[in-house]
């Protein structure tokens, strides 16, 4: 099965600074990778998705980047504010299955 | 409007028992899903239904037992609740195919 591995589980910035969020999977057959953003005590929610025929995409201060010959993608969030903390999950969707990465805590400092 | 809802959204009981949690979505959606969210807030699919059918069983207890009367709906029940069942529940879904997946709010089971 799918294997999906999200780094860093932790992650620490000045307001206005930049984030960058990595996952790698495993399986080839993965054809779309959503990102989700938690907020403490609610459901993840999309924030910006990429399909495997597509190597970025953008979406105002949000960017994700694919990379499928290396089996990696990445999620840049840039001019943060204190309202984008939250847990960030990757995924990675085939047969049916979202699988998640194991999430990143970023706290982003006022 | 709700898109995808699930009940309760708190649920406290004791060792032994056994519980339902229930999920419906109003988004005409044909895949539906069931997550695990443990204290270190691992996202973990357990099951998945396409059009009332049983998709996929990841490796859970068959005291586990998914429900899908319609294709709205797809209930969770759970037998001789356990410590280790407790958790964040999340019920989702989403269209067939490469599309996003919408989540309900999520069930947090506690088993005392």
């Known amino acids: 099965g799918e294997n999906v591995e999200q780094h860093p589980s932790t992650l620490s910035v000045q307001e206005g600074d930049s984030a960058v969020i990595k996952c790698t999977y495993s399986?080839?057959?993965?054809?779309?990778f959503p990102w989700y953003k938690q907020e403490l005590g609610k459901r993840p929610q999309l924030i910006i998705d990429i399909r495997s025929n597509v190597g970025e995409k953008k979406d105002q201060r949000i960017a994700v980047t694919l990379n499928k010959t290396a089996k990696h993608f990445s999620l840049h969030i840039t001019e943060t504010q204190p309202e984008d903390s939250a847990v960030y999950f990757c995924a990675a969707h085939n047969f049916n299955k979202f699988y998640f990465g194991s999430g990143t805590k970023l706290n982003v400092k006022p | 409007d709700t898109a995808v809802s699930q009940t309760p959204k708190y649920l406290v009981t004791q060792m032994g028992n056994d519980k339902s949690i229930k999920c419906e979505q109003n988004l005409g959606h044909d895949t539906m899903y069931w997550y695990k969210q443990d204290s270190k807030k691992f996202l973990k699919i357990m099951f998945s239904y396409n059009n009332k059918e049983l998709i996929i069983n990841e490796t859970v207890p068959n005291r586990f037992s998914p429900k899908s009367p319609d294709k709205a709906h797809l209930n969770l029940h759970i037998n001789s609740l356990e410590l280790g069942d407790s958790a964040v529940y999340f019920c989702?879904?989403?269209?067939?195919?490469?599309?996003?997946?919408?989540f309900g709010q999520g069930t947090r089971l506690t088993v005392v």
């Open positions: 989702a879904s989403s269209r067939q195919g490469n599309t996003e997946a919408f």
């Open positions: 399986d080839s057959a993965s054809n779309y």
